[in-house]
C-alpha cells in the first residue's frame, strides 16, 4: 500500500495558524480526491477538507473561511491552511486519497483508500 506522511502539525495559542503538508504520487493528484480528516481526543474521526483533481473544494461547517484546502501540483503535495485556530481544533490530522471515482464527501469514509499515519495539532489558550 503506498505510504503518505504528514508534515506540519505542531502547539498553537488560540487565534494562530498552522499549515499541514502531504506529499503524494503524482498520478494520484491527476485522478483522485485528496483530503484531511481529524480526531479529537476521545472523539470520532470527522472530515475537514476535500479537493478533487479538478481543484473543486468541499469544507466542513465547524471550519469554513478559516481553513484552506490547496495543492502544489507541481510537486504533488496537498496543503491545509489553518487560520484563526480555536481548542476545539485540536487533534491527530490525517492526509487521505479517495478511491478513483469518489465522490469526495467528507462523511464517504468508505471511501477512503490510504491513510497517513497523522500529525498532532494542539491548541491552547
Known amino acids: 500500500q503506498r505510504h503518505i506522511e504528514e508534515s506540519g502539525g505542531g502547539s498553537v495559542q488560540t487565534g494562530g495558524s498552522l499549515r499541514l503538508a502531504c506529499r503524494t504520487a503524482e498520478y494520484v493528484f491527476r485522478s483522485h480526491c485528496m483530503g484531511w480528516f481529524r480526531k479529537a481526543p476521545g472523539g470520532e474521526n470527522e472530515g475537514v477538507a476535500s479537493?478533487?483533481?479538478?481543484?473543486?473544494?468541499l469544507y466542513a461547517d465547524s471550519v469554513k473561511g478559516r481553513f484552506t484546502v490547496s495543492k502544489d501540483t507541481a510537486n504533488n503535495i496537498l496543503y491545509l491552511h489553518m487560520n484563526g485556530l480555536k481548542e476545539e481544533d485540536t487533534g491527530m490530522y490525517f492526509c487521505?486519497?479517495?478511491?478513483?471515482?469518489?465522490?469526495?464527501?467528507?462523511?464517504?469514509?468508505?471511501?477512503?483508500?490510504?491513510w497517513g499515519q497523522g500529525t498532532q495539532v494542539t491548541v491552547f489558550s
Open positions: 487521505t486519497e479517495y478511491y478513483p471515482a469518489a465522490r469526495c464527501f467528507l462523511d464517504d469514509f468508505g471511501d477512503l483508500g490510504v
Open positions: 479537493i478533487k483533481p479538478s481543484g473543486a473544494t
